[in-house]
């Protein structure tokens, strides 16, 4: 029972590292959304399962609140964001799609690197997920310092925070109820500036490529 | 005895159903498109008007443009007696090796781009210095996806591998299998001149890969040079059907296992052949310079599926 429930969590892992590596990969926003909708989804049943066979029935309530939130709501808002700001479907980055997926991949073996330790130290079934957290971690913040576009920045923060979640659910079975909620209002609230932020940088400048806010207000 | 007969059968019975895998996905994709389309056994006609037809060779040919589709259709029918199909051969299967299935394959290829190079026609160059192009970047993918089989299984022995898994299913659900499948079926479609890589029904010559190779074939020699690739493509998918998803294969040579085993085959083949018809249906053909992108796609996946291995153990 035990591995067959470790090898369903580094899966579920797995597939989450898979839908950032896919942003890194696709252009266009409305894969990258769909992406972050799949990864949020992998997380919110993952977290479930985790409550179940850990025995943590708090994290159901997480499970829960991250299906809402981040599996419907903030799919919406992005998508209702893309709607209004969408130019072309090209997207512009730092690094081209090649370099990218191998940086990826480098960056999933680092991740690999420095969790070694800490997979000898501790005994949780779940661990064998926290390298692949850890890869999730370290690839979101690559997407948010590799692409030109303000909202695939933004999409990348938000994989950034999934990655936190899927590293508590699977480093330590979640962390205080309390907490969690704060981080999702942390979570919206920061989503909530940057949109507005967003507003602003399209209104200012007529784009979204932070490439051009270099320039001042013409 | 009885072994070795049954893998001559087996072999023979990928050779003789192989073009069969490329007239059903051809029929599946006219039906999908609204065509009607030729029969699936269509295949079987043109390869013997094919063979009933002259050579034509360019006088500044060599022997080794008479000499690679011999080489190409042999090295495939070696493969296809390595390769478990129907059952797994115990005995006979010191040499069923994983490197040496697919570097067999690959030096077809590497025979046939010489052959494309030696009539010094444009046509032939261009497409060897595309295959070559493609090959060098699938190679790197088809060797990470071997180790992370290998590095689960333990071994590199075909037979072994899918032993291994059917002894233990749960290792099918494992990351290694689940990220190893589609870069090895990317890697396939790229290595077979399948649709998002390469065109297999047209001859454009700004984007084609393969005909482009072959197009100084004629008669005999280019029904073999098809023929081997479609038993090319067929083993890649057997391969891939066999060693990630093994169940349905016999273990010995009783009848009635055999019987199962090819039951199997036909059905995990007939799942391939809707999956590539309905691909090819969906997706266009990606420009040349787009093709790395994917490429490096699928080696990403191989990689993580060998990084995998290391995280699960």
New interface residues.
């Given amino acids: 029972m035990e591995?067959?429930f470790?090898?369903?969590v580094?899966?579920a892992a797995?597939g989450m590292?898979?839908t950032g590596?896919i942003v890194l990969?696709r252009k266009g926003v409305p894969a990258y959304i769909a992406a972050f909708t799949w990864q949020s989804w992998l997380l919110s049943g993952m977290t479930a399962a985790v409550g179940y066979l850990g025995g943590e029935p708090q994290l159901y309530l997480v499970a829960v609140i991250l299906l809402l939130l981040k599996g419907i709501a903030l799919p919406a808002l992005l998508r209702a964001t893309d709607r209004r700001f969408s130019t072309r479907r090209e997207l512009l980055a730092y690094v081209n799609?090649?370099t990218s997926?191998?940086v990826?991949?480098m960056l999933?073996?680092f991740a690999?690197v420095l969790t070694e330790p800490w997979m000898a130290m501790t005994k949780l079934p779940t661990r064998?997920?926290l390298?692949?957290a850890m890869a999730l971690l370290f690839v979101s913040l690559f997407i948010i310092v590799s692409r030109k576009k303000a909202i695939t920045q933004v999409i990348g923060f938000l994989m950034l925070e999934n990655s936190i979640a899927l590293l508590a659910v699977v480093g330590t079975y979640g962390v205080p109820l309390l907490v969690e909620l704060g981080v999702f209002l942390d979570a919206l609230m920061g989503f909530l500036v940057m949109q507005i932020f967003l507003y602003d940088i399209h209104e200012t400048f007529e784009t979204l490529e932070v490439d051009q806010l270099a320039r001042l207000k013409h | 005895m009885a072994e070795l007969s049954a893998v001559v059968a087996q072999t023979l019975l990928a050779v003789m159903l192989a073009p069969g895998l490329v007239g059903l996905i051809r029929w599946i994709k006219a039906r999908l498109q609204s065509r009607r389309g030729a029969p699936p056994w269509q295949i079987y006609f043109e390869l013997r008007k094919l063979f009933a037809k002259e050579i034509v060779i360019s006088r500044t040919a060599s022997w080794l443009f008479r000499a690679a589709p011999l080489i190409v259709f042999g090295t495939s029918v070696v493969v296809a007696s390595l390769v478990p199909l129907v059952f797994i051969p115990v005995a006979f299967d010191r040499t069923g090796d994983l490197f040496a299935a697919v570097y067999l394959l690959l030096l077809g290829t590497f025979f046939l781009a010489l052959a494309g190079l030696d009539t010094g026609s444009a046509f032939g160059g261009m497409g060897s210095s595309r295959e070559m192009t493609v090959v060098a970047l699938t190679e790197p993918t088809v060797a990470l996806s071997i180790f992370a089989l290998a590095l689960t299984a333990g071994s590199t022995n075909l037979g072994v591998i899918a032993t291994r898994t059917l002894a233990d299913p749960?290792m099918a659900?494992?990351?290694a299998h689940?990220?190893g499948f589609p870069a090895l079926f990317i890697v396939a479609l790229a290595e077979s001149g399948r649709l998002p890589i390469d065109n297999p029904s047209t001859h454009l010559e700004l984007t084609m890969i393969h005909e482009a190779m072959v197009l100084e074939y004629s008669g005999p020699y280019l029904a073999l040079i098809e023929w081997a690739s479609a038993l090319k493509f067929f083993l890649l998918l057997a391969l891939a059907a066999n060693l990630f998803v093994p169940w349905g294969i016999a273990q010995s040579l009783a009848p009635l296992d055999l019987l199962a085993g090819f039951a199997a085959l036909t059905v995990k083949m007939a799942i391939l052949a809707v999956a590539v018809a309905v691909l090819e249906t969906r997706v266009a053909k990606l420009r040349l310079f787009r093709v790395?992108?994917l490429l490096?796609?699928s080696?990403?996946l191989a990689?993580?599926a060998v990084?995998?291995t290391?995280?699960?153990r």
Wanted: no cysteine; charged share 5%; proline share 7%.
């Fill in positions: 591995g067959i470790a090898r369903l580094v899966l797995s590292l898979l590596l990969w799609t090649e997926l191998i990826g991949g999933v073996l690999y064998a997920a390298p692949v | 749960g659900l494992g990351p689940v990220l790395p992108e490096s796609a080696f990403v990689l993580l990084m995998s290391m995280f699960v």
